[in-house]
């Protein structure tokens, strides 16, 4: 073999030798086991920005201070009358979805938007089979009243009644981590009148 030919198989050996790692592939030494995805907590629970945001449909007078704390609290699917705890939405058309079913049609609505760390919202997997009950069901208030009461999280990821495999949230106002919802917005918001006439109609 003359000494280019010889050059040339160097080469290749060596190109070989470094497109293999030093030891046998894992799939061929060990075994691996899947892990079974728990309940509510694939990646869309965790969204890879490690932010979670969250909308609320509110009136000209909270613009101010759309997600802060109400004098009163009336009650809802998921906390008793006097629980002090903001229900907001995963989405925008699930914060308007909300609104609709739940206030009177204003004249004038905002939109507000906000953003608070994954790590500070804890996920309600167990639930009562009367959750999605109206009217709503003492089982379901006592998810919400127990919550607030430990001050477990600053927020509690539970799925809508509305929208199936849609979720809502709610916000404890007093929790310490409020510090931490962050990019607060409010825009005014403009709701489609064939949605409130068909609303109203039934």
């Keep these: 073999m003359n000494q280019a030919a010889t050059g040339k198989k160097d080469e290749l050996d060596r190109a070989l030798d470094d497109s293999f ?5 894992p799939a061929a030494t060990s075994g691996t086991t899947a892990t079974p995805t728990q309940p509510h907590t694939a990646a869309v629970h965790r969204p890879e ?3 979670v945001h969250v909308y609320r449909v509110v009136a000209p007078p909270d613009a101010d201070a759309p997600f ?6 009336s ?3 998921w906390t008793s009358a006097g629980t002090p705890a903001l229900y907001v939405s995963g989405s925008a058309a699930g914060a308007i979805l909300e609104h609709l079913a739940h206030a009177p049609h204003e004249q004038e609505l905002l939109l507000a938007s906000a953003t608070l760390p994954d790590d500070c919202v804890v996920v309600q997997a ?3 089979s009367t959750w999605s009950d109206f009217p709503h069901h003492p089982q379901a208030q006592c998810i919400g009243d127990q919550w607030v009461e430990a001050g477990a999280s ?8 509305l929208a199936p495999d849609s979720f809502n949230y709610l916000i404890n106002p007093g929790h310490v981590d409020k510090v931490l919802m ?3 917005q409010v825009r ?6 064939r949605l409130t006439q068909r609303t109203e109609a039934s």
């Design 21 to 25: 790692p030093a030891s046998d592939p």
């Design 49 to 51: 920005t490690g932010l």
């Design 68 to 73: 802060g704390r109400q004098p009163t609290y």
């Design 75 to 77: 009650a809802g699917r």
């Design 126 to 128: 167990a639930l009562p």
């Design 154 to 161: 600053l927020a509690l990821k539970l799925p809508s009644a």
């Design 182 to 184: 962050q990019s607060i």
């Design 188 to 193: 005014p918001l403009r709701i489609d009148p």
